[in-house]
């Protein structure tokens, strides 16, 4: 809502993924054809765990979703992120579409730390396990 207000829609396009969806998207551009899209396999992303959401930029007035990559367009989502208490893009990658939960912000420590004992806590109690421990750490 904020965004519209200033101008700017931006809509969801990529939420949960199931650490086989990460992993398929992780392989194109590397053992499979095309771009690579992710820098990171299964167990390795926030989507993997539900901290995540991947949005596209609305570029037109046009009905629908009228997606632009241009950087200039996730200014003012970078902008509004913190005021939200969320982490927007990928520190050192140029991932302006991606929004997460703040893992290093809130947990004090390396995202991959993070998704370690949550994939550890995946292999042996399940998905809510892990929620319970977003919970302890206040996510």
Not at 31 to 39: A, E, L, M, R, S
Not at 56 to 70: E, F, H
């Amino acid at each position: 809502a904020k965004a519209r207000e200033s101008g700017q829609d931006y809509y969801a396009i990529s939420g949960f993924r199931s650490h086989e969806e990460q992993q398929a998207l992780f392989e194109l551009g590397r053992t499979k054809p095309g771009k690579k899209v992710t820098n990171a396999a299964a167990g390795l992303s926030a989507h993997n765990w539900g901290m995540a959401v991947d949005v596209a930029a609305d570029n037109s007035n046009k009905p629908g979703l009228q997606p632009t990559w241009v950087l200039s367009k996730y200014t003012l989502l970078k902008n509004l992120g913190p005021t939200f208490d969320l982490q927007v893009g990928v520190p050192g990658l140029q991932d302006d579409g991606h929004i997460q939960l703040p893992l290093r912000l809130k947990t004090k420590r390396r995202e991959v730390e993070v998704f370690r004992e949550c994939n550890s806590l995946f292999r042996k109690e399940g998905m809510v396990a892990v929620w319970r421990k977003f919970d302890e750490w206040k996510l």
